[in-house]
């Protein structure tokens, strides 16, 4: 009788449990220590099984989180302005929101100057994708354009159809965010996380700014997508350098 490797064992158990979904896609594994511990294995052991599972497409890492379950990230265009309940659903996935906040507020000092109001609606929400929390959302709306709105309606409904004026445009500032603890719990992820975070700024047809929104995403489970057209001419990307801070 040939003897069962204890990599391939371990290999089987975890194939196991996320077959079952109990580990769900876009998911971290636990650390290698702590499945050497659970197993009561060396981490070379941990590490042969794991190897296995990513050779089988069912396992990945990634500097920063470590092991993950393997799923279809949803692919998010940046090249229209539209919601992203009508790109999950073009997915043939589920869309779903949770409200956890919304008050009216005076405005954000850092906000007065884009927004130009006393007073904001403040929404905060969590986004999910087949019941899985992918991405949080915080948006500031103008307070005349948010009367009327009610937490009930918008998960029900996106904000952009309730406001009642044409959106014409926005700008988009993107960049990389390691999670607060207060995101880390609304993801479900550890503290410290690398997310995508995605500040934009929504104008109505005068070109006036009307609500900004800052949305923090799992990489994981989310990729950006950006279709650019051929360059009339030989022209750098649209980048903007961070000032770096000189010396006394």
Do not use: C
Not at 79 to 103: C, K, M, N
Not at 166 to 181: N, R, S, V
């Amino acid at each position: 009788m040939v003897r069962e490797l204890r990599y391939v064992r371990i290999a089987a158990e975890l194939h196991r449990l996320i077959a079952g979904g109990e580990i769900a896609p876009g998911r971290l594994l636990p650390s290698e220590s702590e499945l050497a511990h659970e197993h009561q294995a060396s981490r070379v052991t941990i590490r042969r099984a794991l190897a296995q599972l990513k050779q089988d497409g069912i396992v990945d890492s990634r500097q920063g989180f470590g092991w993950y379950v393997v799923g279809a990230p949803l692919r998010q265009s940046l090249r229209d302005l539209t919601t992203i309940e009508r790109q999950i659903r073009a997915a043939g996935r589920d869309p779903s929101r949770e409200i956890v906040h919304f008050a009216f507020t005076p405005t954000p000092p850092a906000l007065t100057k884009v927004l130009t109001t006393e007073s904001v609606l403040e929404i905060t929400r969590i986004d999910r994708i087949d019941g899985q929390p992918f991405a949080t959302a915080t948006v500031w709306v103008r307070s005349d354009h948010a009367q009327g709105l009610s937490p009930r309606a918008l998960e029900h409904r996106a904000l952009s159809e309730q406001l009642g004026v044409e959106l014409a445009g926005a700008t988009e500032t993107i960049t990389a965010i390691g999670a607060a603890a207060q995101d880390a719990e609304l993801l479900d992820v550890p503290k410290g996380t690398p997310l995508l975070r995605v500040e934009r700024t929504t104008r109505d047809a005068d070109g006036r700014p009307i609500l900004r929104s800052e949305a923090l995403y799992n990489p994981l489970l989310t990729e950006l997508v950006a279709e650019l057209a051929p360059p009339a001419h030989d022209i750098e990307p649209g980048l903007r350098l961070i000032p770096q801070p000189t010396g006394p």
